[in-house]
């Protein structure tokens, strides 16, 4: 059973970081892209980062661009997100996908979902 178990949200002020985790376990994923997602309350979950299985390849929002780093351990089948300058506008539930044949930003390309992590950033 395919699971992707999320780790290292919280609560922040803003300008602050946070580094999210998730690990993936009953399957290995090295040879497949892995994303991070974000919902905010009362809004659509939107994309914001995307890594490919090499890591040569990273796509990110715009909104988050320069301030977040996607990464990746294929020996860990782990993939983080690293969150610096932190903005009220970057609160919201993130979480962690992997896509078997994709590398995209779009939900339906992601076939496996990690449980979600809360991160809440004030002002």
């Known amino acids: 059973q395919v699971q992707l178990v999320q780790s290292g949200g919280g609560f922040v002020q803003a300008g602050g970081s946070l580094r999210l985790s998730c690990a993936a376990s009953g399957r290995t994923f090295s040879r497949h892209a892995m994303g991070w997602f974000r919902q905010a309350p009362g809004k659509e979950r939107e994309f914001v980062a995307v890594?490919?299985?090499?890591?040569?390849?990273?796509y990110y929002a715009d909104s988050v661009k320069g301030r977040f780093t996607i990464s990746r351990d294929n020996a860990k089948n782990t993939v983080y997100l690293q969150m610096n300058s932190l903005k009220p506008e970057d609160t919201a539930v993130y979480y962690c996908?992997?896509?078997?044949?994709?590398?995209?930003?779009?939900?339906?390309?992601?076939?496996?979902w990690g449980q979600g992590t809360q991160i809440t950033v004030s002002s």
């Open positions: 890594i490919s299985w090499s890591t040569s390849n990273t």
């Open positions: 996908a992997v896509s078997i044949g994709g590398l995209g930003a779009i939900e339906y390309e992601y076939d496996y």
